[in-house]
């Protein structure tokens, strides 16, 4: 593909800047990659490392001439940081984010946005347990879902971050905002709560230890508390900014765990034969359509994101 963007500010360096950075180098789609991270040593080692042309040390730097700027910071930084460079954006440029919630980011976000500059959300549906710029790779994105919210845009500035995601690898979609917030908390949000919420159990049950937990993790806990180990700061900044949505689904699962509990307790084999193979269809729907891919671990130690 050819260049879609002459210079990409990506604010933020961790595992989905750093897999974008990666990405666009290999489908030649970005003409300049900038970065800037708040840490010192996020940006030292992004340097080390090369993960993109240029590091900046402070954000008027790094947003200086771009003409797409993409916020890869947790929700709730987001209002803060679109205040900060918004004196500093290029007229025309095109300002997005990657975070998995949408109306709040665009509360956050819009009403700081100059004339002339669009500010078009999107979410690419990938990730890992891993963080920090060491933890990005190229292919994070290929054959996975990226949800851009038009919000209102100019049709061709839409059209060109699409097609920079599509470039990434990602199949692309278009969804209003609040419609995207519900979505996501079935299929993201909801199922980290429940992950977070099961290794808490497991810590308070006081008479298996620690060491049992971990030593006969079978495959089932393992893998559903997986994305426990994501960033507690992200994730916290998730539920509070998609707080209405995240509730709907808690009490739809609520409702659905009664009912599981009730034909245990009454011994109504019936309705959980029927109940698991409706759920196991579900999974290999899922399986059939790529999105069981397992991502690769480039034998890095779990550390602290998830998307």
């Not at 959980?272 to 399986?287: C, G, K, S």
């Amino acid at each position: 593909m050819s260049v879609i963007y002459n210079r990409v500010a990506l604010i933020g360096l961790g595992l989905i800047a750093g897999s974008m950075s990666l990405a666009m180098r290999r489908g030649g789609l970005a003409g300049e990659i900038v970065g800037y991270a708040r840490s010192k040593e996020t940006r030292d080692t992004a340097r080390e490392i090369g993960l993109v042309d240029r590091v900046c040390d402070t954000l008027p730097e790094a947003v200086a001439g771009a003409d797409l700027v993409v916020l890869c910071v947790p929700v709730g930084a987001m209002g803060g940081i679109a205040q900060e460079i918004a004196p500093h954006l290029a007229k025309g440029a095109t300002v997005s984010d990657v975070g998995s919630v949408k109306r709040a980011v665009i509360d956050a976000v819009a009403p700081h946005m100059p004339a002339g500059v669009q500010f078009i959300p999107a979410h690419p549906i990938a990730g890992t347990e891993h963080s920090g710029p060491r933890s990005g790779f190229a292919s994070l994105f290929d054959n996975r879902w990226c949800i851009v919210i038009p919000n209102g845009g100019d049709e061709a500035a839409v059209k060109r971050l699409m097609d920079l995601w599509r470039g990434l690898g990602s199949h692309v979609d278009a969804m209003e905002a609040d419609h995207h917030d519900l979505a996501l908390a079935v299929t993201s949000h909801t199922p980290h709560l429940i992950a977070y919420t099961m290794v808490g159990v497991a810590d308070d049950l006081e008479r298996v230890s620690d060491n049992e937990v971990i030593k006969y993790s079978a495959g089932g806990f393992r893998d559903l508390t997986r994305i426990a180990a994501s960033d507690p700061t992200m994730w916290r900044d998730v539920f509070l900014n998609n707080k209405q949505a995240t509730l709907e689904i808690l009490g739809r699962f609520t409702e659905e765990l009664f009912a599981l509990q009730r034909a245990i307790r009454t011994g109504d084999g019936a309705f959980l034969h029927d109940y698991f193979t409706r759920t196991r269809a579900i999974r290999r729907e899922i399986i059939e359509a790529g999105q069981d891919t397992a991502v690769p671990n480039f034998g890095r130690t779990p550390e602290a994101e998830g998307h």
